[in-house]
């Protein structure tokens, strides 16, 4: 009988083991497919506007030759390296993981929670691409904590982008 229950208890951890080691045996096997956020059929200089929404809020970058300017600022000049870095970004990204089990609300993909969205137009309006990024991915390292990614709607489901977009900014001085 003695023998019995630690061998009870030897079976279940060899089974929560064996559960683990498969679930991140199936999380690396999809973290290594390369599924780009920005397809490569979109050429950037075809980018004539940047849309960022949040809530009501709204900013808009314009493009005009080389430079961009921010139309909610009655035009001002934006730091163009911020903007092309900002696109470098979204043609490089690409997603690490998708956890469809994932709550919408509880990842900031919602409207009423926080989500992005951003919409890259061309310059007759028309939408070349768009997305709705939710909230950044922070972990602890060491001492301090970091952004380690930030969750997107990819086809319907949460998705996880391993660049954090932390410059996603609805203020003008943001691009400035």
């Not at 050429?43 to 809020?57: M, P, Q, W, Y």
């Amino acid at each position: 009988m003695k023998l019995k229950y630690p061998l009870i208890c030897l079976l279940i951890v060899l089974g929560l083991l064996a559960a683990l080691k498969w679930r991140r045996d199936a999380w690396h096997a999809q973290s290594h497919k390369r599924i780009w956020i920005l397809s490569p059929e979109t050429r950037l200089e075809d980018v004539a506007s940047i849309t960022i929404e949040k809530g009501g809020s709204v900013l808009t970058l314009l493009r005009a030759d080389q430079a961009w300017t921010i139309q909610e600022s009655n035009n001002l000049q934006a730091d163009a390296q911020k903007v092309l870095l900002f696109l470098s970004d979204l043609y490089q990204a690409n997603i690490t993981d998708i956890l469809p089990d994932e709550p919408l609300e509880a990842v900031g993909l919602t409207p009423e929670s926080g989500a992005i969205r951003v919409m890259l137009l061309d310059n007759t309006g028309c939408v070349l691409a768009a997305f709705l990024f939710g909230k950044q991915i922070q972990v602890k390292a060491k001492m301090q904590t970091v952004s380690a990614g930030r969750w997107l709607l990819y086809n319907g489901k949460p998705a996880i982008v391993a660049n954090p977009f932390p410059y996603i900014d609805l203020e003008p001085k943001g691009w400035q």
